[in-house]
């Protein structure tokens, strides 16, 4: 037969449960009847020593969990990095990867896919009102981004004009140029982008899509086939797209 837990047993058994965690009502069940009473107070000391965290709802349950165990915004992180490196080029949209983080976990969402592009690891693009999502690893392989191209400062090039690097101090005042004379409009052909640079459509690309990933500006795909040739030439193409992405935008110039 098996014992009744004592008041003194809610600690280890939440520890034990690990990543499940235990419900208010499981722990009630567990609980000899005259302790029963003492739950929500032995739980709120729990909680205020850090020795557990909770309550996380879930449906009509309450959760909790030993400290650094269970659902959370970087484990969601995980989860949501996963799922859009395992797309591969087929690129998950927020609701698509919204239904796919299921459970405790989706309480995380928002949190996760914040963290997940914070770091790097997935990049959002903006196709309308719609959001998709590209892991880094992807863009990596697909653009041949080394190492160097992600981590450091672009080297200087003799195609670009004024003699500096490639950096987003060097293309904000070209940028607002190019905005200014079209009338304002908050996005800028990359074509005419890499014209007024003076530099390689590759060079352009690779610094765009590392810009992207680090959140500092979106690049958009066309909404029209009334372009001009060169201007679809200049275009980035990402897998799972069928419209090239003709566009791009700062994020602080919008």
Known sequence: MIMAWAIDDILPGIV????????????????????????????????????????????????????????????????????VRDSGTKLLSLPALTKKVTGLNGHFFADGIRLAIASKKIIQLSCGASKYHLHCDVAQDYFALSKATQDDPPRPSAKQPFGSELTMQAIRPVFRRLKAEQGGLGTVDIYDLMKALGVSKDTLHQFLVKEAKAGHLTIHPTTTVQLRPEVIDAAIRIPGFAEPFVTVALKDEL
Do not use: W
């Open 16 to 83: 034990n449960a690990r990543d499940a965690g235990l419900t208010r009502v499981q722990m009630k069940k567990k609980l000899a009847k005259e302790d029963r009473g003492k739950l929500p107070g032995a739980l709120k000391s729990l909680i205020d020593a850090k020795e557990i965290r909770g309550p996380i709802k879930h449906g009509p349950s309450q959760y909790y969990f030993a400290s650094g165990r269970g659902p959370s915004a970087e484990v969601t992180r995980v989860i949501i990095s996963k799922l």
